[in-house]
Nanobody
Framework: VQLQASGGGLVQEGGSLRLSCSASGSVGRINLMAWFRQAPGKQREYVAGVVSGATTNYADYVESVKGRFTISRDNAENTMYLQMNSLKPEDTGVYYC??????????????????WGQGTQVTVSS
């Protein structure tokens, strides 16, 4: 499985961006996908995740982005999205997408993901 993240850029505070993560290869069994980010000088942190169920998807967010970011997955296009609104300077960082064939999910944040994308830079100016 290969993941390709895109959509990053430079935006002013309060603006919006939409990140995409395109998956290729043996993606049929991927049922857990997530976005992480890493700010300069800081550790990588979990942003949002989505689990694909039989009839619906379940989304999860870190507290700091709730109400501003929306994660979604288009199974037909093998693509995951992160719609980011009301962006703040503290959202600046390299955003990475991750995926897994998850067996038992107790935490999307701490799950040991199988696949990672290369990252896309998001910069929010004040």
């Amino acid at each position: 499985v290969q993941l390709q993240a895109s959509g990053g850029g430079l935006v002013q505070e309060g603006g919006s961006l939409r990140l995409s993560c395109s998956a290729s290869g043996s993606v049929g069994r991927i049922n857990l996908m997530a976005w992480f980010r890493q700010a300069p000088g800081k550790q990588r942190e979990y942003v949002a995740g989505v689990v694909s169920g039989a009839t619906t998807n379940y989304a999860d967010y870190v507290e700091s982005v709730k109400g501003r970011f929306t994660i979604s997955r288009d199974n037909a296009e093998n693509t995951m999205y992160l719609q980011m609104n009301s962006l703040k300077p503290e959202d600046t960082g390299v955003y990475y997408c991750a995926a897994a064939v998850a067996v038992e999910i107790t935490s999307m944040e701490h799950y040991d993901y199988d696949y990672w994308g290369q990252g896309t830079q998001v910069t929010v100016s004040s």
